[in-house]
């Protein structure tokens, strides 16, 4: 680890602020900024790797980026590919160099011989022809710590090629998402980013391990492998129980009311009632206490059991009111609930944006975008923000300058293609 930077003034930038209540922000002695002074270089691209970095860059390390002279060709998605590169690349440094060349590889040595962290997830054939296996580097750089991002732990499956609907469907995840006959995957690159949370979080105990030890160690994400703890609930069910449960659209109800209904003004709302009180609570309000004085509904089983001839009464109930007076309602008495929202009625959620809900990054195109910041607070602070980003190879110079690299080594190491890429 380097020593950490120093900055004129009395605190760095980007500092977070807090009064010390929750949701206000002011002035603060300083940001929470534990990774402040360790380097990590990412070559990466799609999701998982990208995101590892991203979490890293949160919590303060320098994230230095390596990409080829045309660019990472993530920049170039559309569609819902679009908002990969400059989602899970923001507040990155972005060097360009030509890994084909000598005088590019030369380069990735002497950027790693001043790195904490390499982040990557490339295939090991491809890695080797770059210069940077990851058993070659640990030999080379033993405080190196080395994150893997890849498709498959070492096994029989290791050297397949993996993407996030494909260890769904491995593992039964989209099973359990779809009814019977029809596996959906989940609708959002949910293995990516947690495999990459993974690599974040496998990266920090082993930067604690190395302030005893001194030496870096060589770690592997697996794609399956994260996608694997995220079905262990049903497997473990299998295992205790000798049953493989249903998909999750077909399953058998553990409570009462656990549905989504329609109001009168035609929106759909999920409403959950799983404790005795919250059963209480939602008949009163919806003047059903017909429900409440029936004998064959004072025990829970029998309330769950009977969901059949219940479920439609309380969807007839919800149907002739308005949502908003009745959410206002759900809220006071404390029932479960939820509107069904699209991802983009998100910037209009109060809690979202609340200070500090959301962090604003700058394009190199001019354009901006808001994008959720880290789901935890830090004294009751969300982290200020992912940062800008960077347009292709805007730092080169800065750092290889700074690794003793002259102009034309520069060039050399970068590429032909730079002023295209530009």
């Known amino acids: 680890m380097r020593e950490p930077e120093t900055w004129d003034g009395e605190r760095p930038p980007e500092a977070a602020t807090c009064s010390g209540k929750t949701g206000e922000r002011t002035d603060m002695d300083h940001a929470f900024r534990p990774l402040d002074g360790v380097r990590v270089v990412e070559m990466s691209h799609m999701i998982m790797g990208p995101s590892c970095g991203l979490f890293l860059g949160f919590l303060g390390a320098e994230v230095i980026k390596v990409e080829p002279p045309e660019g990472d060709k993530t920049r170039h998605l559309t569609g819902m590919g679009s908002p990969f590169f400059p ?8 060097v360009q160099l030509d890994l084909k060349t000598g005088e590019g590889r030369d380069a990735l040595n002497r950027l790693l011989a001043t790195a904490d962290v390499f982040v990557e997830n490339f295939r090991d054939a491809s890695l080797a022809k770059m210069d940077a296996d990851p058993e070659d580097l640990q030999a080379r750089f033993p405080r190196l710590i080395i994150a893997s991002h890849k498709g498959f732990l070492h096994g029989p499956y290791q050297d397949r090629t993996a993407l996030d609907e494909v260890v769904q469907m491995m593992t039964g995840l989209a099973y359990m998402t779809g009814p019977t006959g029809r596996p959906l995957r989940v609708g959002s690159s949910a293995n990516d980013i947690m495999g990459g949370l993974f690599g974040a979080f496998s990266v920090l105990a082993a930067l604690m391990e190395r302030k005893e030890t001194g030496k870096g160690r060589s770690l592997r994400v697996g794609l399956f492998e994260n996608c694997l703890l995220l079905v262990a609930q049903h497997m473990v069910q299998f295992e205790l129980e000798g049953t493989s449960p249903p998909p999750m659209p077909e399953r058998t109800f553990s409570w009462p009311v656990y549905d989504i209904f329609e109001t009168a003004d035609r929106r759909q709302i999920f409403v959950g009632a799983v404790t005795e009180g919250q059963w209480a609570s939602l008949c009163k309000l919806l003047e059903l206490d017909v429900l409440l004085s029936d004998e064959r509904l004072q025990k829970r089983m029998d309330q769950i059991d009977a969901r059949s001839w219940t479920v439609p009464i309380f969807a007839e109930a919800i149907a002739g009111r308005e949502a908003g007076p009745l959410l206002e309602a759900f809220e006071r008495v404390g029932i479960p609930y939820a509107p069904i929202a699209q991802p983009a009625d998100m910037y209009d959620d109060p ?8 962090a604003a990054s700058a394009m190199p195109d001019g354009r901006s975008f808001r994008a959720p910041s880290l789901p935890f607070e830090v004294d009751g602070v969300m982290l200020s923000g992912g940062g800008d ?16 690299l002259d102009d034309e080594e520069i060039a050399a190491a970068r590429g032909p293609l730079r002023a295209e890429a530009a």
């Open 351 to 358: 809690h979202v944006m609340r200070p500090g809900g959301l």
């Open 87 to 94: 989602l899970f690349n923001r507040g990155k440094k972005s």
């Open 389 to 404: 980003l960077a347009a292709v190879g805007q730092d080169t110079e800065a750092v290889l300058k700074g690794l003793g």
